[in-house]
């Protein structure tokens, strides 16, 4: 029994035993992997470490420390290899374990290694969570250097200073505590704590090139610009790039704010700018440098790189940079900059003097972006009672008259007493007559004539204003008015010093033409002559008038004397004095050399406009002269020639009367028969109808006669009194011309006898009454039934008034085939050159620009013809040529347009050679051709605003920024009301800032 006992107890024993040695066996082999786990981690082979320690910490009991120390160990490993979860791993590791002797190591540690890796923000998070009363001293001076930088480097400097502030004196982070410390101190601008503490660590080797950059910069800012210097200098050989830039922005500004500009210069100019770029304040000091040192050309290539400048610093560039360019005579360019200058109020006495600069400048050289008479009165509008106010005001009505604004002087001066003011008003007054009389406003002309001479201060203009006032009223018809204008005018002992004197006896010798007192108007033409004038085209006028007043003298011999030496003399009126010449021979009853002159005209000027007088007068002579042959055949000539001469319904009744007188009757009625079809309603058909008549009851064929005449429409015998009593009253009114009482009188006969025995008449008649009362747009009915009637003698004129009223109302698809027709009939040069003219602009605005060039060329090809006519034709070309990208015969045109032309026509000229001479190359001279049209053109604000954008763009090619950007903002600005030159602008401003953003750090695109 008691062996069984003790047999139990044994076997128990040993069971225990067994299971006991299991455990520590199974203990010591988990220990083994745990440290070598703990070896991988310290050998920082952190990935395999963490597997292990995954391993084998289920093997360890949770409240253990070795388990703790597995999860903090999984968790540091996660941490240094970057796993998504280590901050998770760690913040379990503290939550599960909070009695762990790892849990301030594990803060501390987790920190440090973010710490190391530059990972500050996430550092800061767990050095917020270290207990520092258990460090060491050494451990907190770690510990606050680390927590202090991180702090440093998120830019948190309030706190930073604390955690520095507590190892200032620490033997191994003093220095740099200190330096950290100072340089926050500099940071945040308080100088005296970061000299107090960069000063102690300057001679330290590790921060002995960045402590004195910061001193430098320190004294700079404090304005110790000596000691900036003295601190920056020695730094310079041995500072990199990035340092030695801002390093000799300091010295350089340094320099300069102690006026010492020559060794300014240098050093502005090694700085390299934010990230590459410059900004405003930069090419200011470096432009201003420059300026102080009288080196205006580097000054302008600084100080135009501002753009976009809305400060201080940008109105005291813009004012010196005026000041460089005036240095350099550049006028236009200064008047930019001083514009700019004087719309800042930054500093007022600067704005006061460059508006004053602005003002005068504007006054010399003209100003292309507002009337120079509104830019001086705005100066004195803003500065009032100054020591300047009288000069402005003397420049200001000068330059009412040089802008030729004469209305506003006129207003400006009306009520002024002095001498000066009378004078100015008789010199406005003057020019403003001139004006309304070149644009034909003739009684606005004399109304402004005539105030000139209230105040007749200046002989000289006393004297023109009466010979302009003459020429005015002649041109009115007004032919005594203008006797006694040009009889003041020649007694005005001035007149001979006018250039007017050379003209008078010209003038004169018309006025008495039209008066009829050919006597005089002879001897004046004489005189004319015997100034042997220049103007060769009013010679040989004065010629051919001086021999039409012996023709309508009957002198008929010194009417053929003079018609001769016109002649001889090849002039533009040769063929006009071959005619006048043969009819006078007509007159003194030398038929034969009538005759023989005629012939004579008809072979030598085959193209001129009087062929078919020459036919029809040759073909009657050769009637007279018995000669019924030739009669017939040169009557025939002129109907198969000249089908839209007036002359061809004449010579058919000439025929006929031929044929009649030869009793070749059946010839004479079918003639006479071809007159009534072809020209219907007029007079020539009328009396073709009441000669066939006669001839009819001669031959005793009145039933014949009456079936014909049945057949007319415009023949009614049973009405022809009450037509003729309705036609005669309305004619009478016309003839005294009481044209309201003519329009009622001819509008009742064409209604009530549209095709009555005057209807032609009439309906003429009427389109001339409406159009003296200037009822333009009523006329184009009865013009029209006029050139509808076929070819009769007031063909010509209606097409010509009809044609006028078309173009009064633009209507071009009307206007071109009367003008064409016109063309075609027309006897009188001046309708064919009217015709001419406005087929080229009618062809131009339908753009059919080779037709419109065509016209053109027929036009300059005319010998008597004024430089306004040539100046259209000029203009035509040139603008078909550019509609056609034909530059050359653009470029061509327009030259030959510079020469002639006046008024708008002149400034696109001028336009076209500034954008020639650009496209050349040729930018300053382009400039002052810009600059002409800005002074002397000012008025036509379409072709300055595009003479403007050219001028941006040469002085950007000339590499002058701030005048090609100012010239395009003002051009936004100032001509707002042409879209066209608006959008030219924008572009080319985007195109310019975005170029210059790229070195220009204040300049910004799209602004």
């Not at 128990?12 to 703990?38: G, H, I, N, P």
């Not at 753009?847 to 008597?864: F, G, I, P, R, T």
Request: glycine share 4%; proline share 2%; aromatic share 14%.
């Amino acid at each position: 029994m008691n062996f069984k006992k003790l047999t139990l107890t044994f076997c128990l024993t040993f069971a225990v035993f067994l299971s006991f040695s299991q455990k520590t066996a199974t203990y010591t082999t988990e220990l083994k992997d745990y440290k070598r786990a703990v070896n991988l981690y310290n050998e920082r082979s952190y990935s395999a470490s963490q597997q292990l320690f995954n391993q084998i910490k289920s093997n360890f009991d949770s409240t253990t420390e070795l388990r703790a120390n597995c999860d903090f160990y999984i968790a540091n490993c996660a941490i240094r290899l970057g796993q998504q979860n280590g901050d998770d791993l760690m913040l379990d590791f503290v939550t599960n374990y909070p009695t762990s002797t790892k849990q301030n190591n594990a803060f501390l540690e987790t920190a440090e290694y973010y710490y190391k890796a530059g990972k500050y923000p996430y550092a800061l998070k767990w050095y917020g969570k270290v207990e520092t009363y258990n460090l060491t001293n050494y451990q907190k001076e770690d510990y606050n250097f680390k927590f202090g930088y991180c702090l440093f480097a998120t830019q948190n400097y309030t706190k930073s200073k604390e955690y520095f502030g507590e190892i200032l004196d620490s033997k191994k982070y003093g220095s740099q505590a200190k330096y950290y410390y100072g340089y926050m101190a500099y940071a945040d601008d308080d100088y005296e704590t970061a000299d107090n503490y960069l000063g102690q660590v300057v001679t330290d080797a590790s921060y002995k090139n960045k402590v004195s950059y910061y001193l430098a910069d320190m004294n700079f800012k404090a304005g110790k610009f000596e000691t900036a210097i003295e601190k920056g200098e020695p730094l310079l050989e041995r500072s990199k790039r990035e340092e030695h830039s801002q390093l000799s922005k300091i010295i350089g500004e340094s320099y300069f704010n102690l006026n010492k500009y020559a060794e300014a210069i240098p050093h502005l100019k090694n700085y390299k700018g934010t990230r590459g770029k410059w900004n405003n304040t930069d090419y200011y000091m470096l432009g201003y440098a420059y300026y102080k040192q009288d080196d205006f050309e580097n000054a302008i290539a600084h100080f135009n790189k501002i753009i976009d400048g809305k400060n201080s610093v940008a109105q005291n560039a813009y004012y010196h940079l005026a000041q460089c360019y005036l240095h350099l005579d550049k006028k236009s360019e200064a008047l930019n900059a001083f514009r700019n200058a004087k719309d800042m109020d930054f500093d007022e006495e600067l704005e006061h003097d460059a508006h004053l600069n602005y003002a005068k400048l504007s006054y010399e050289i003209g100003n292309p972006y507002n009337s120079v008479p509104d830019v001086l009165q705005d100066y004195l509008s803003k500065h009032p009672n100054t020591i300047h106010d009288e000069t402005i005001e003397k420049l200001l009505v000068s330059s009412y008259i040089t802008s030729q604004d004469y209305n506003g002087a006129l207003n400006y001066l009306e009520g002024k007493k002095d001498t000066n003011s009378k004078s100015f008003y008789q010199l406005a007054a003057f020019y403003s007559g001139i004006t309304f009389f070149n644009n034909d406003e003739l009684s606005k002309a004399i109304e402004n004539f005539e105030k000139s001479l209230t105040t007749p201060i200046d002989n000289n203009l006393t004297a023109k204003a009466n010979y302009w006032k003459g020429e005015a009223n002649f041109r009115l018809n007004r032919f005594d008015a203008a006797e006694t204008d040009f009889d003041l005018f020649i007694k005005n002992i001035a007149a001979k010093d006018t250039e007017e004197f050379d003209d008078f006896q010209y003038q004169i010798a018309y006025v008495y033409f039209n008066q009829k007192n050919y006597v005089d108007a002879a001897e004046a033409y004489k005189k004319y002559i015997a100034q042997n004038p220049n103007d060769q085209l009013k010679l040989n006028d004065s010629y051919s008038r001086m021999a039409d007043t012996y023709f309508v003298s009957s002198d008929y011999e010194n009417a053929i004397d003079s018609y001769d030496k016109i002649i001889k003399n090849s002039a533009a009126d040769a063929d006009y004095a071959q005619f006048q010449k043969a009819v006078s021979y007509g007159y003194i009853r030398q038929d034969d050399r009538k005759i023989e002159e005629l012939n004579t005209f008809i072979r030598r000027y085959p193209k001129s406009t009087l062929q078919d007088d020459a036919h029809y007068v040759l073909a009657n002579e050769y009637v007279d002269a018995n000669e019924n042959r030739l009669a017939l055949e040169t009557y025939d000539k002129l109907i198969t020639n000249f089908e839209h001469s007036p002359f061809v319904s004449k010579a058919m009744l000439k025929k006929s009367v031929v044929y009649y007188n030869n009793e070749q009757n059946d010839n004479a009625l079918n003639t006479y028969k071809r007159v009534v079809k072809k020209y219907p309603n007029t007079p020539e058909a009328k009396q073709a109808v009441t000669s066939a008549r006669q001839i009819y009851v001669d031959l005793g064929r009145v039933d014949e006669y009456a079936a014909w005449v049945k057949t007319i429409d415009f023949i009614n015998v049973s009405d022809a009194d009450l037509d003729n009593d309705t036609y005669e009253s309305a004619e009478r009114q016309y003839l005294q011309s009481n044209h309201k009482r003519a329009i009622t009188g001819f509008q009742k006969y064409v209604r009530q006898f549209p095709t009555g025995l005057h209807s032609l008449q009439a309906n003429y008649y009427l389109a001339e009454s409406l159009y003296a009362e200037d009822n333009l747009n009523e006329t184009i009915p009865y013009y029209k039934f006029v050139t509808e009637q076929g070819q009769n003698e007031f063909t010509e004129q209606a097409l010509s008034r009809l044609a006028l009223a078309y173009l009064k109302s633009d209507n071009w698809d009307a206007a071109i085939p009367t003008l064409k027709r016109l063309e075609e009939v027309s006897n009188n040069p001046q309708n064919s050159i009217f015709a001419q003219t406005n087929l080229m602009k009618g062809y131009y605005v339908q753009e059919n620009y080779e037709q419109a060039v065509s016209y053109a060329d027929n036009v300059l090809s005319q010998v008597k013809i004024d430089d306004n006519i040539k100046s259209d034709a000029q203009i035509i070309i040139a603008r078909s040529a550019i509609k056609t990208d034909d530059s050359s015969k653009a470029r061509q045109a327009y030259s030959e347009l510079d020469l002639i032309a006046t008024g708008e026509l002149k400034a696109e000229a001028l336009y076209y050679k500034a954008y020639f001479e650009h496209m050349d190359g040729s930018y300053r001279v382009s400039n002052e051709i810009v600059q002409d049209i800005a002074a002397n053109y000012s008025t036509y604000k379409y072709w300055g605003a595009k003479g403007l954008i050219i001028m941006a763009k040469n002085h950007y090619e000339l590499k002058d920024a701030f005048q090609a950007t100012y010239i395009l903002e003002s051009v936004q600005k100032n001509f707002a009301q042409f879209d066209d030159v608006v959008e030219e602008a924008n572009k080319a401003l985007e195109i310019i800032k975005t170029n210059e953003a790229k070195t220009n750090d204040s300049v910004k695109p799209g602004n």
